[in-house]
């Protein structure tokens, strides 16, 4: 398995902006969540799905994000408009619900 | 509400010494604690999980141990080397699947 895939890896837009982060689990995985990591507050969990179901999304900051889960193979999350702040590195994980596994990251920079 | 933290921040250690990286967290109610690797620009690797009924567990050179009733967890790491270079995470699961993750200890391994 080629691990857990996030798209972009890079994603510079303007203030105002839909951004919208995609994430593929590894097959057969049937947790999976969304992260932010800033230097300031660290890594964060903003939601997380079990079989496609979001279970918790206490995490998620503020009615500008989104997420959704429309197969076991593919989720995506969605800020709508962003702003400077959003700025961070947003990761996926996925599971069985023991290990995570975590992708690599989008780096999303909010000018 | 739980809180983990992480000692030291960072640590510059020569190459060859045997370590140890501690993790604390304040709600001793947890279900697992997960210890990972993260390199610059790069997602999180997962390094060993323990079980709330385990005491340690072990890979390679690296060493975990739990003591959920002080609310303290240790990694040992030992024969460091210059690749053991990056930053420690320790995670805890609280109930159901939501995870709180610990700074970090930034680690140097010096040649």
């Known amino acids: 398995d080629a691990g857990v895939i996030q798209s972009p890896r890079h994603e510079v837009t303007e203030m105002g902006q839909e951004v919208t982060l995609r994430c593929k689990p590894i097959?057969?995985?049937?947790?999976l969540f969304w992260y932010r990591q800033t230097m300031m507050r660290g890594l964060e969990l903003l939601i997380y799905?079990?079989?496609?179901?979001?279970?918790?999304d206490s995490g998620m900051p503020e009615d500008r994000f989104s997420a959704k889960m429309p197969n076991a193979s593919f989720s995506t999350l969605k800020i709508q408009p962003s702003e400077p702040r959003d700025s961070a590195v947003y990761f996926c994980?996925?599971?069985?619900?023991?290990?995570?596994?975590f992708g690599p990251g989008t780096r999303l920079t909010v000018l | 509400k739980q809180e983990v933290t992480q000692i030291p921040a960072a640590l510059s250690v020569p190459e060859g010494e045997n370590l140890v990286l501690n993790c604390s967290f304040t709600?001793?109610?947890?279900?697992?604690l997960q210890w990972f690797r993260q390199d610059p620009g790069k997602g999180l690797t997962s390094l060993l999980l323990i079980q709330s009924s385990q005491r340690e567990q072990t890979s390679g050179r690296l060493n975990a141990s739990l003591d959920k009733s002080s609310g303290r967890s240790t990694l040992y790491i030992a024969a460091s080397q210059p690749g053991d270079s990056a930053t420690y995470l320790c995670a805890v699961r609280l109930q159901g699947q939501n995870f709180v993750f610990g700074p970090g200890t930034r680690l140097s391994v010096l040649p």
């Open positions: 799905f079990n079989n496609n179901v979001p279970i918790d």
């Open positions: 709600d001793s109610a947890i279900y697992n």
């Open positions: 097959s057969g995985h049937d947790y």
């Open positions: 994980a996925s599971s069985l619900g023991q290990e995570q596994f």
